[in-house]
C-alpha cells in the first residue's frame, strides 16, 4: 500500500469526573487525512483545506507527530500528507490531536503496523505538545483506541480502553469564543479539599462501572464534576443554562469538552442526543453567539481506514 | 423461620486508591450470630462470646441496627441475638460493620425480606455511627452485598456492586497495636493537590476496570494511594517494611485496611496469598510485636445463612 486516506475522529477529553485522565472519540465529527509514501525521506505536509494552519513540518502538529514516529523506524523513505480540517482548531474536541493521530495511525499502516497502539500515542503526544506545551494524552488516546479511554498514568504510560455501550450518543456544541488553554488551566486551583477529591474518585468509579455494566442511569448519575466545572465554566457564556437545558431534555449529563469552549451532553440514544442539540443550540440563539453543534455516536474503533475493504487496525 | 444462624464477613474499607469509597467482603473471616424471633417487642444481645463487649441493647452496635429496622417495620415483636465475635474490635476489618450488618440481615430473612439491600445498609450504617461517630457505609456495603463495593454517594445513598475475579485472595495482618480510628483521621489533611487527587482517580478507574476485566495485572498498578497512605502509615509500625516484602512476595499490591492498623494485600490465587502472609507475619516477628494474620477468598456473596439448604439472599 502506497497511500492511504482516513477518518481521524474529534475526542472530548475531560469527561466530567474524569478530568485529566478519561476521554472518548466521536463516530461521525472528524478530519480527513490523506499520506502517501514517497522516496524522500522526512514529512512533507503538501496541502490544508478547510482551516489557515502551518505547512512547516516542524510547525505542524501532524508534521511534529510524524517526525517523532520516523526517529523510531528504520524506513528510510518519507511521507507526503494532506489535511482536510472539518474540526475547528480552539474548539476543545481534540483539533491537533486528531491531526496528529491520523498522520502517526496512517504512517504505522504504510509500513505495515510495525508499532503498537501505545507507542503511536507518545508519538501523537509529540504533536500535543507542540499545540499546547504539555505532551498530554487526553484526547489522542481516545482518538487512537477509539470508544472511551483512561490515561492511569503517565510514568509509566499506562492508557486503559473501556468499551463505550452501543446507544451512547455525545451531543457537542461550541459556542464561538476564543478561551486559550493556558488560560482555562491557569485559573485552576492547584490544592483541592480531600471531601471533594473523594466525591470525584466515588464518581469516577461509579463512571467506569456504567460503562462496563451499560448502566446508562449509572453513567448520568456519575456524570459529576465538584472540582474543576465550577471553575472553568465561568469562562463559558451561558453554560449554566445549557445544563440546565441539557437535563430537561432527557441527556445522563454534560459537563466541559476538554477545556471547552464547547459543552458535550452524553444521552442514551441518537433521538435524545438530537433534541438535547436543539436545546442547546437555543440557549446561544437566545444570546446571539455563534455556534456548531454535532450529534454523534461515540466512535468504538478509533482513527480508521477510509479506503475500501475490510477495516484493518 | 424463627431462628436463623448467619456468617458477617470482615471488610476491608479504603481500598488504596478508593480512600472512602471501596470496600470489600472477605468470605473466610467474620463472626457468626444467632438471631431470634421473640414475642417481646425490641431487642435483646442474650450472649456474646470471643470479646467483651457491651450487652444493652443501645449500647451494642447490632442492637442499635437492629432498632434501626424494627423502626421501620410493622412487626409486632421483638428479637434476640447471640453474638460469637471472632473479629477483633479495632483491628480494622470491620469488626463492628459485621456485627451490625449479621443482625439486620438475620432479621430481614426472619420477617421474611421486606427490605432492600440498600435499605439494610443504612440500617447498619447506625451501628457504625455508634461505633465510631460517623454513619459511613465502606465496610457495611461490602458485608451485605459480598464482593467489592462502590460507595459512590451519600446523598443520596448509592451503592454500587462490583464483582470480585475469582481468583482475588486478600492477605491480612494485624499488628496487636491500637490505633484510635479518630487518630487516624485528625492526622488526614483537608487539602490535597489537585495533582495528587488526579493520580488517585486515575488509579481507582484504572482498579474499577481491573476488576471487570479481571485483569489482575491491572487491579495491581492501580492499587497506589499517594494521599492518604503516606500519612497514615506512620502510624503503623513496620508498614514500610510489610509493604517491600509483599512486592517481593509476588503480590498485586497492598495498602491500609480501613483505618489501620491492619495492613491488607491483593494476590492472584491462595497460593502466592500464604507466601505474602508468612513474609508479612516474619516482619513482626523480627520486630517482637504480635500480630494475627488471615488469608481469605474475596467473597462474592456477603452475609449469608448458616443454616442448611441453599443460601436464600
Known sequence: MEEIKVFCPATIANVSCGFDVLGLALESVGDEMLVRKTDKPGIKITKITGQELPLATENNVAGVAGLALLQKSDYQGGFEIEIQKKIKPGSGIGSSAASSTGAVWAMDQLLGNPFTKLELVQFAMQGEKL???????????????????????????????????????????????????????????????????????????????????????????????HIVEPIRSILIPGFDQVKSSVHDSGALGCGISGSGPSIFALSKGEETAQIVAKEMASVYKTIGLDFDVHVSKICSRGVASLMAGPKDI
Open 131 to 225: 499545540a499546547s506545551d504539555v505532551a498530554h494524552a487526553d484526547n489522542v488516546a481516545p482518538a487512537i483506541y477509539g470508544g472511551f479511554t483512561l490515561v492511569r498514568s503517565y510514568d509509566p504510560l499506562d492508557i486503559i480502553p473501556i468499551p463505550a455501550p452501543d446507544e451512547l450518543f455525545a451531543t457537542v456544541i461550541h459556542p464561538q469564543i476564543e478561551i486559550k488553554t493556558s488560560d482555562s488551566r491557569k485559573i485552576l486551583k492547584t490544592n483541592i479539599s480531600l471531601e471533594k477529591g473523594i466525591r470525584q474518585w466515588g464518581n469516577l468509579g461509579g463512571l467506569i462501572a456504567g460503562l462496563y455494566t451499560k448502566d446508562y442511569n449509572l453513567i448520568g448519575r456519575s456524570l459529576e464534576d
